[in-house]
């Protein structure tokens, strides 16, 4: 709505600075970015000196108002995804919560909702290729690939548990997850985001690519939704893919609230298990370390 304020009223000129910081997001162009703000100068109802407008920006100013506008830019549409969220994530909260009244006021029934969610994500969010125009795009080498540092922990907090699964099970895996999220609605696959990758295999006893290399499966989970990912989310995929020997990332969720899953499964998928318990206990002999959850987790009594 702001925007469309914004651009009514501010005509062409707004279109030019908007594809303006677009071009500057995407290439990190510092000359785009001085032509960002010679946009505004020109068009500003402040006055400026002649010589103001004549000399040019240093490459530094440049540097530092490229950066600002990329920053802005993106906290701004962290700021939108995460109200987004926030909102779809208490469809199922009491009709007495005010993101649930936000949800019935833009969606009215789920039904509604369960329709239209896809068709905003492809076409607002992520939009898909069309069949003959391929997408294309151009970065930096060191900012071409996302990165998880990118992310506002407060404008987009995210919890995840990540399954990490011999490589060889990759095709399995991926048709077992396809036919999941095929016989699925958004109740059970979620309105968030999962991520796929490979990891190296590793020397570490307690690595969860310990002499295997592995694909990691990451399941997101965005942390103001009104539910706790622990209660349903999660446990349908520690049970789904329990048949492929799975080890979990020891800093994410761990299997709780599963009861198809045995107390010791994660120990049984670890062939150095025992020995770095001896270690553990060599080192730490009063438990002075070991806290109620790594006693649960660890299978200890």
């Known amino acids: 709505l702001l925007l469309g304020i914004i651009e009514t009223s501010a005509g062409p000129w707004f279109e030019g600075v908007i594809e303006k910081i677009k071009e500057a997001m995407m290439q990190d162009d510092h000359a785009k970015a001085a032509e960002v703000q010679q946009l ?82 492809t076409n607002l ?31 987009l907090p995210t919890r995840f548990t990540e399954l990490w699964i011999p490589l060889d099970q990759t095709e399995a895996v991926m048709s077992k997850l396809n036919a999941f999220f095929e016989a699925s609605d958004l109740s059970k696959t979620g309105t968030f985001s999962y991520e796929f990758y490979a990891t190296t295999k590793s020397k570490f006893w307690m690595s969860p690519s310990y002499e295997q290399d592995v694909v990691r499966v990451d399941v997101f989970w965005f942390a103001y939704n009104y539910e706790r990912p622990v209660d349903s989310f999660y446990p349908q995929f520690w049970a789904l893919l329990k048949e492929f020997d ?56």
């Open 40 to 121: 505004f100068l020109a068009n500003s109802k402040n006055s400026f000196s002649a010589e103001t407008l004549a000399n040019p920006i240093s490459d530094a100013a440049r540097q530092k108002l490229a950066t600002l506008l990329t920053e802005a830019s993106e906290q701004f549409i962290q700021a939108i995804g995460g109200l987004f969220y926030t909102v779809i994530g208490h469809r199922n909260a009491p009709t007495t919560n005010i993101w649930k009244q936000w949800f019935d006021a833009i969606f009215k029934t789920e039904e509604i909702f369960e329709f239209v969610y896809p068709l905003i994500m």
């Open 246 to 301: 799975y080890r979990l990332h020891w800093g994410k969720f761990l299997v709780q609230n599963t009861p198809s899953v045995p107390k010791d499964y994660l120990q049984k998928r670890y062939p150095k298990w025992e020995s770095w318990l001896a270690v553990r206990e060599e080192l730490d002999p009063n438990n002075l370390f070991l806290t109620d959850y790594w006693r649960t987790h660890l299978n200890l009594s």
């Open 125 to 155: 969010f992520v939009p898909l290729d069309k069949d003959d125009e391929p997408q294309e795009f151009w970065d930096t080498w060191w900012q071409g690939l996302p990165m998880d540092n990118q992310i506002d922990d407060l404008l």
